[in-house]
């Protein structure tokens, strides 16, 4: 098996890996260590007799691996990413689908059946969706609900809800942020109102949570919004910096979250976060100047297609707007992936170079990867950032802003 990269020390390091979703988004989180908290679990077992509640697993393993996210294009990457990466043996632990639009979705299918055929473990535990229907979502998305609700799969996060994974080394948790719980006052249905969708769905009316019926054009805003915080095992309690106590590694991704959802967020649940998924692609609306002022994000990460115009996204100076809110904040760097035609790639790069340094453009590569180390520089976390080309060519590896970092230093290398 040959590994991308290998840390001297890799117990306590976080993978963050976007594969090129073409248009759309696919997220990859390898967290050290395994779930020992899960809210979600925890309340539906209150609820079921004790003889029917789950035994705790005792297996261990080193890594937890989350997938956010899944467009179709991305999906055809994880065949090859399954094979350069150890990940076989432990299988995906949990599946996030922020919203119900098709960029977002519809690779989650064939990704399962990629997993199957190439040795990695099939049971997927659980599939978290947004908890809010129109009768607009598209058949596929009605086919993956009937096959999870079938494999005992499909769970609905509320506001709150989180998985801590941790190990000996570290400690993380991920959390959801949003919708929170005003959005159900406005969107509630009655479940005689609900028939429609119960019967397309072919769910029984027995379902463990209550569904709530938006307009089409509100879908954006009922994303699930998840906040990932990352540091030392004995770290994660002391969050007060102004207490001369370590600050976690925060990341934010939000889905196509649009202005309207952002001002849901209590601030104080995204402010000063080290890494930030830019919402729906760039869109304007998706990232105004006051919500990007209070992330402040370190590094941003943009998956678009500049051959793809889409009214609410590329309207005239939206992206642009969207990059100048982030140099704005002071972000250090604003990475963009997507699939573009050479002559787009030059063109969006001279324009790139003339605006800013920070603006860092690897369209038609397969994989930009954060790797995180907890709080080993003025009690903050090391962020590298990675790109590769070829998912299965790791000889050309791009490591950006590597720097000597004592027992962590990187090597490349069979195993």
Same mark, same amino acid.
């Given at each position: 098996?040959?590994?991308?990269?290998?840390?001297?020390?890799?117990?306590?390091?976080?993978?963050?890996?976007?594969?090129?979703?073409?248009?759309?988004?696919?997220?990859?989180?390898?967290?050290?260590?395994?779930?020992?908290?899960?809210?979600?679990?925890?309340?539906?077992?209150?609820?079921?007799?004790?003889?029917?509640?789950?035994?705790?697993?005792?297996?261990?393993?080193?890594?937890?691996?989350?997938?956010?996210?899944?467009?179709?294009?991305?999906?055809?990457?994880?065949?090859?990413?399954?094979?350069?990466?150890?990940?076989?043996?432990?299988?995906?632990?949990?599946?996030?689908?922020?919203?119900?639009?098709?960029?977002?979705?519809?690779?989650?299918?064939?990704?399962?059946?990629?997993?199957?055929?190439? +040795?990695? $473990?099939?049971?997927?535990?659980?599939?978290?969706?947004? &908890?809010?229907? #129109? %009768?607009?979502? /598209?058949?596929?998305? *009605?086919?993956?609900?009937?096959?999870?609700?079938?494999?005992?799969?499909?769970?609905?996060?509320?506001?709150?809800?989180?998985?801590?994974?941790?190990?000996?080394?570290?400690?993380?948790?991920?959390?959801?942020?949003?919708?929170?719980?005003?959005?159900?006052?406005?969107?509630?249905?009655?479940?005689?109102? +609900?028939? $429609?969708?119960?019967?397309?769905?072919?769910?029984?009316? &027995?379902?463990? #949570? %209550?569904?709530? /019926?938006?307009?089409? *054009?509100?879908?954006?805003?009922?994303?699930?919004?998840?906040?990932?915080?990352?540091?030392?095992?004995?770290?994660?309690?002391?969050?007060?910096?102004?207490?001369?106590?370590?600050?976690?590694?925060?990341?934010?991704?939000?889905?196509?979250?649009?202005?309207?959802?952002?001002?849901?967020?209590?601030?104080?649940?995204?402010?000063?976060?080290?890494?930030?998924?830019?919402?729906?692609?760039?869109?304007?609306?998706?990232?105004?100047?006051?919500?990007?002022?209070?992330?402040?994000?370190?590094?941003?990460?943009?998956?678009?297609?500049?051959?793809?115009?889409?009214?609410?996204?590329?309207?005239?100076?939206?992206?642009?707007?969207?990059?100048?809110?982030?140099?704005?904040?002071?972000?250090?760097?604003?990475?963009?992936?997507?699939?573009?035609?050479?002559?787009?790639?030059?063109?969006?790069?001279?324009?790139?170079?003339?605006?800013?340094?920070?603006?860092?453009?690897?369209?038609?590569?397969?994989?930009?990867?954060?790797?995180?180390?907890?709080?080993?520089?003025?009690?903050?976390?090391?962020?590298?950032?990675?790109?590769?080309?070829?998912?299965?060519?790791?000889?050309?590896?791009?490591?950006?802003?590597?720097?000597?970092?004592?027992?962590?230093?990187?090597?490349?290398?069979?195993?």
């Amino acid at each position: 098996m040959r590994n991308a990269f290998i840390f001297e020390n890799k117990n306590d390091v976080l993978f963050i890996n976007i594969l090129n979703p073409k248009q759309g988004d696919c997220i990859f989180l390898q967290i050290p260590g395994n779930i020992t908290g899960n809210t979600l679990r925890d309340r539906e077992k209150k609820s079921k007799p004790e003889s029917e509640q789950e035994s705790k697993s005792k297996s261990k393993h080193k890594y937890t691996n989350i997938i956010i996210d899944c467009t179709k294009n991305a999906s055809k990457l994880f065949t090859k990413f399954i094979e350069n990466y150890d990940i076989e043996n432990r299988g995906i632990d949990l599946i996030i689908i922020s919203h119900p639009h098709y960029d977002h979705f519809s690779g989650i299918e064939s990704l399962l059946e990629h997993s199957k055929k190439n +040795g990695i $473990k099939s049971k997927i535990p659980e599939i978290w969706i947004t &908890e809010y229907i #129109t %009768d607009s979502i /598209s058949g596929e998305y *009605y086919e993956l609900l009937i096959d999870a609700q079938a494999e005992n799969q499909l769970k609905f996060p509320q506001f709150n809800d989180k998985i801590t994974i941790e190990n000996n080394e570290s400690i993380t948790e991920l959390r959801v942020i949003g919708p929170n719980n005003d959005l159900r006052g406005n969107f509630r249905v009655k479940l005689s109102e +609900g028939d $429609k969708f119960y019967k397309k769905v072919g769910f029984s009316k &027995e379902l463990t #949570t %209550d569904f709530y /019926s938006i307009d089409k *054009y509100n879908k954006n805003n009922t994303s699930l919004v998840m906040q990932l915080s990352f540091s030392r095992n004995n770290d994660q309690t002391n969050k007060n910096k102004e207490n001369g106590k370590k600050k976690p590694f925060m990341a934010i991704f939000p889905g196509d979250l649009e202005e309207t959802g952002w001002g849901k967020i209590e601030n104080e649940e995204i402010e000063g976060c080290n890494l930030y998924k830019v919402s729906h692609h760039g869109s304007v609306n998706a990232n105004p100047k006051d919500t990007i002022d209070i992330l402040r994000p370190e590094y941003s990460i943009k998956t678009n297609n500049l051959s793809v115009k889409y009214k609410n996204i590329d309207e005239e100076g939206s992206i642009e707007t969207s990059i100048k809110n982030l140099e704005d904040s002071n972000c250090k760097e604003v990475y963009s992936i997507g699939s573009e035609k050479e002559e787009d790639i030059k063109n969006q790069e001279k324009e790139s170079e003339e605006a800013s340094k920070n603006i860092k453009e690897f369209y038609n590569n397969e994989l930009i990867t954060f790797a995180i180390i907890p709080n080993i520089k003025r009690n903050e976390s090391v962020v590298i950032p990675m790109t590769y080309k070829d998912i299965g060519d790791i000889d050309k590896i791009n490591i950006a802003n590597i720097r000597p970092l004592g027992r962590y230093k990187m090597a490349i290398k069979d195993k």
